[in-house]
């Protein structure tokens, strides 16, 4: 697998991020993303066959993020993004499931997955798995297979008391605390170009399927 085209777009989109630019290369742009879109449909083919929950036909268009940026509310108003990001969940970059999610940007490449930024109702329904099956979830991310791949949840805007409702002594509370429920795995730039890249991200991505089977069993009860 080659990242060969996606990587040099990227990398020259950084240095000239405005319409003009883009509009001229827009060919360079489908090109790229085209070889970036491939690269996605090859890993939910393999996702497919460990997590049940991916539907083997999921297409890599509905996963695929758009380079366009939201700029509304953002300080920074450059058009778009540096970067690919596809979310692969079951149903889709929409869904609300627990999934698993790539990037691609020169010097900052990596995997990831969880759920980020749940809804009230379903991070209220997490924490309240968490509460009766906490040694579970705990279980888990201390496990040798998601410790070598993954440091540990995620505790960007972790609350810093105990959510209301919730035992302030409660054996879990580092983890009640948390808003997103993901863990990340940095990628060299060199391992991208390896052959046995896409057999690799596998392994990390099989590694978080049972945080991400928590995850979804809490929000369908």
């Not at 499931?97 to 995997?111: C, D």
């Not at 997103?180 to 399927?209: C, E, P, Q, V, W």
């Amino acid at each position: 697998m080659s990242f060969q085209k996606s990587i040099s777009f990227l990398k020259k989109l950084k240095n000239n991020n405005n319409k003009d630019w883009f509009t001229e290369n827009k060919e360079v742009y489908l090109e790229a993303k085209e070889e970036f879109e491939v690269f996605i449909q090859k890993l939910i083919g393999e996702l497919a066959k460990i997590d049940k929950g991916i539907d083997p036909g999921l297409s890599a268009k509905s996963c695929v993020f758009r380079i366009y940026k939201d700029v509304r509310f953002s300080k920074d108003k450059t058009p778009y993004k540096t970067n690919f990001g596809a979310s692969i969940n079951p149903g889709g970059k929409k869904s609300m499931a627990a999934g698993y999610y790539f990037h691609l940007q020169p010097g900052n490449a990596f995997i990831a997955g969880g759920n980020y930024m749940p809804m009230p109702d379903q991070l209220q329904a997490i924490r309240q798995e968490i509460d009766y099956n906490g040694d579970k979830l705990a279980k888990i991310i201390s496990a040798k297979e998601f410790k070598t791949f993954f440091k540990g949840l995620d505790e960007e805007d972790k609350l810093k008391t105990s959510p209301k409702g919730f035992d302030k002594e409660h054996k879990h509370l580092e983890l009640l605390k948390l808003k997103s429920f993901i863990a990340f795995h940095k990628i060299d730039d060199k391992k991208l170009a390896s052959n046995s890249f896409l057999r690799d991200t596998i392994k990390g991505y099989k590694a978080m399927l049972p945080l991400n089977q928590f995850l979804r069993e809490a929000m369908d009860n």
